[in-house]
């Protein structure tokens, strides 16, 4: 079943539309996405920690993150692993990472070269993490993520470009470039990428078809659905306690059981 | 700390206007509600279930909820759990886990009658299980809940008439009747009780105000804002997916990180 999602998921890369890739951050947000009929669903480092009550992108959600990683076995579409800056700096641990996630039936993963001080990974190091990742699990769908310009580095374009050579050189299947907005930009990333490109949906930005027209093959929400769920909790209290009607539409208990199911 | 928390979040049960909780289900939401300015922040087990993959009210997230009344800490308003059943059925056993949540820092626990298989518990034995729980930990508020109405037993109003009295003498501090609807078992009920009574807001039905009106003096939402919450995630995702723009005021990445703090 792995395999067969695996290349299901390669192949989202290559259809007539960009794939939008929604994120989840539990099992029940996972569980909701897929069985809204997404072609595939990712998840979120920022919803992970931030529901766990610890700082994103810092590598101290890994239990948390491998428990995630197990409800891949529960949704009939591939399903695809933020795995942060890989959860420590050393290729064979990455890799061992990597492994249990991929052994938990996933089809894909992100890896970032942000690191917790806001500077960038290594480039060879890096390099020698996804190639590591490859080699031990060779199917499985890494998209090795810059953060050129989500960090704000200085030339921000010529960075990325020269890290996503080198990451689809080590072996990546696609790359990722979070925070990227201009037109200019991502035509220069689509054509100098050899692997298929992703990037992250900025609301009043760019639309998924306007991004398919630009090349981009892959596109993220990040933690939009994450956030707009914290909105919509607080949002729904508030109209309560003010004695306002809540919103139509809201799955009722019995929708929700049966979505979790025996678990 | 612990103790002025719940000296106030037992105040909050007799101000003029019916306490209103909304329910939590991870840190974050917590964090969100607790931000938004409510006077007390609850659970929803169903939501701490369904987060975690598994069933509701079947007592399998003892160590999510654990972990989740680490966050009265973090919130400067009392925090109460839902502790469904008890995570047991012998009274010292419930004792131990309504100790070790009180020592976490939560102000209230909320105890329910409802058994896995739809039956309502032992009544000598689910007040035998209050008075250990208020012998253990006395200041921590024990909201007594029967599920005569949720589990639609015969007799209703009746069923829970004989218990709430029953809870109320072995020592709980309110005592909570979800799904009851009917203005005249509200009345009833209200009427009868000795301690404050808590009922289950309910879509379309009375308003915050109007329960307040008939007695009640505490409402709880239960699982709807985490309904809401995976209601929106999805209708996000569709959004973006139809080229259509996404709900204002949505909090930022940036938002979420200073919500979080340093965990």
Redesign the interface.
């Known amino acids: 079943v792995s395999a067969e999602k695996r290349a299901e998921f390669r192949r989202l890369h290559h259809g007539s539309e960009p794939l939008?890739l929604?994120n989840?951050w539990?099992?029940?947000?996972a569980?909701?996405?897929a069985d809204?009929g997404?072609a595939a669903v990712a998840t979120t480092s920022?919803?992970v920690?931030?529901?766990?009550?610890?700082?994103?992108a810092t590598g101290?959600t890994l239990a948390e993150t491998l428990?995630l990683a197990r409800?891949a076995e529960?949704i009939s579409c591939p399903f695809s692993i933020d795995l942060e800056g890989g959860f420590g700096s050393e290729p064979a641990g990455v890799a061992d990472v990597a492994e249990r996630v991929a052994e938990a039936g996933v089809a894909g993963i992100n890896l970032e070269d942000g690191r917790q001080d806001g500077t960038l990974a290594d480039l060879d190091r890096q390099a020698e993490i996804i190639q590591a990742v490859k080699e031990r699990v060779p199917d499985l769908f890494v998209n090795a993520r810059t953060d050129a310009f989500w960090l704000k580095v200085d030339n921000p374009l010529e960075t990325a470009l020269a890290r996503i050579s080198v990451f689809a050189q080590a072996g990546a299947d696609g790359v990722f470039v979070p925070a990227i907005a201009d037109e200019a930009d991502i035509r220069a990333v689509v054509g100098r990428s050899t692997v298929p490109v992703n990037v992250l949906?900025l609301?009043?930005g760019h639309?998924?078809?306007a991004l398919g027209e630009l090349g981009v093959r892959r596109?993220s929400?990040?933690?939009?659905?994450?956030?707009?769920?914290?909105?919509?909790?607080?949002?729904?209290?508030?109209a309560?306690?003010a004695?306002e009607?809540?919103?139509g539409?809201?799955?009722?208990?019995d929708?929700?059981?049966q979505?979790?199911?025996?678990?």
Chains 1, 2 share one sequence.
Request: charged fraction near 15%; proline fraction near 7%.
């Open positions: 939008l929604p989840a539990d099992v029940a947000s569980l909701a996405l809204a997404f920022l919803g920690a931030a529901a766990a009550g610890r700082p994103d101290s428990r409800t529960r949906y609301p009043g639309t998924v078809a596109v929400l990040g933690s939009l659905p994450f956030r707009a769920a914290l909105h919509a909790t607080v949002q729904t209290a508030r309560v306690a004695g009607a809540v919103e539409g809201i799955p009722g208990y929708d929700i059981v979505l979790i199911g025996e678990g």
